[in-house]
T-cell receptor
C-alpha cells in the first residue's frame, strides 16, 4: 500500500489566489512527521513545512500552512497569495518512527503535484 | 556552509559501465541519505548513514549498488554494470537530530542517463 497518496497530478491557480494541494498518508505509527517539499525544474528539493503527529496546532510558514486532519490521515498544503515563482512540483512526505531513540531516517514521498500559477 | 553538494550534476554512460557519484553533506550533519527519483515519480529511499554506519538499506539497493561513507563525512554511491532502468536523478540529503524536524537538506542531484 502507498504510504503517501497525492491524487492531483496537476493543479492550476491564478496569481494571488490560494490553492490547496492534497495529501493523505497511511501509517500505524503513533509518532510520525509530515513534510512538504517544493521541486522546481532545476531539480533541488526545497523544504517548505513540517507537521508532527502530536502537534496540536496546524503548522504555518509564511504563505504556507498545513491543514492537518489526523483522524482522516490527511495533511494538505495550503499556499496563500500564489506567486508565479510557486510554479513547481510539490511533494508530500512522511517519516515514521519518531519516538525517542529512533534511528530510522527514511522519508516516504508521494508522486507529487505539478502546480502552475498563471498571471 | 554551501549546503549539500553532489558531483557530477549530470552523467551519461553506456550500459554495462560502472559509475560513481559523490555527496558532500552539510558539515555538522551526521545523517546522510540517498534517494532515487525517476521521471514523474517522487524520490524513493535507497540508503541511510548515521556517521559512517549504514543503518538502513532499501530493497531497491540491489547487489549492483553500493554506498559508502568511510569517514562519516562525504559519501559515494556506486552502480556497477549499469542498466537503462538505472537512468534517474540520484538525490543526496543530510540532517542531524537537532535540525531534521526543519526538513532534510537535499542536494541538487546527479542526473544519470544510461544509453
Amino acid at each position: 500500500a502507498q504510504k503517501i497518496t497525492q491524487t492531483q497530478p496537476g493543479m492550476f491557480v491564478q496569481e494571488k489566489e490560494a490553492v490547496t494541494l492534497d495529501c493523505t498518508y497511511d501509517t500505524s505509527d503513533q509518532s510520525y512527521g509530515l513534510f512538504w517539499y517544493k521541486q522546481p525544474s532545476s531539480g533541488e528539493m526545497i523544504f517548505l513545512i513540517y507537521q508532527g503527529s502530536y502537534d496540536e496546532q496546524n503548522a504555518t510558514e509564511g504563505r504556507y500552512s498545513l491543514n492537518f486532519q489526523k483522524a482522516r490521515k490527511s495533511a494538505n498544503l495550503v499556499i496563500s497569495a500564489s506567486q508565479l515563482g510557486d510554479s513547481a512540483m510539490y511533494f508530500c512526505a512522511m517519516r515514521e518512527g519518531l519516538g525517542r531513540g529512533s534511528t530510522l531516517g527514511r522519508l516516504y514521498f508521494g508522486r507529487g503535484t505539478q502546480l502552475t500559477v498563471w498571471p | 556552509d554551501t549546503g549539500v553538494s553532489q558531483d557530477p550534476r549530470h552523467k551519461i554512460t553506456k550500459r554495462g559501465q560502472n559509475v560513481t557519484f559523490r555527496c558532500d553533506p552539510i558539515s555538522e550533519h551526521n545523517r546522510l541519505y540517498w534517494y532515487r527519483q525517476t521521471l514523474g515519480q517522487g524520490p524513493e529511499f535507497l540508503t541511510y548513514f548515521q556517521n559512517e554506519a549504514q543503518l538502513e538499506k532499501s530493497r531497491l539497493l540491489s547487489d549492483r549498488f553500493s554506498a559508502e561513507r568511510p569517514k562519516g563525512s562525504f559519501s559515494t554511491l556506486e552502480i556497477q554494470r549499469t542498466e537503462q532502468g538505472d537512468s534517474a536523478m540520484y538525490l543526496c540529503a543530510s540532517s542531524d537530530r537537532a535540525t531534521e524536524l526543519r526538513g532534510y537538506t537535499f542536494g541538487s542531484g546527479t542526473r544519470l542517463t544510461v544509453v
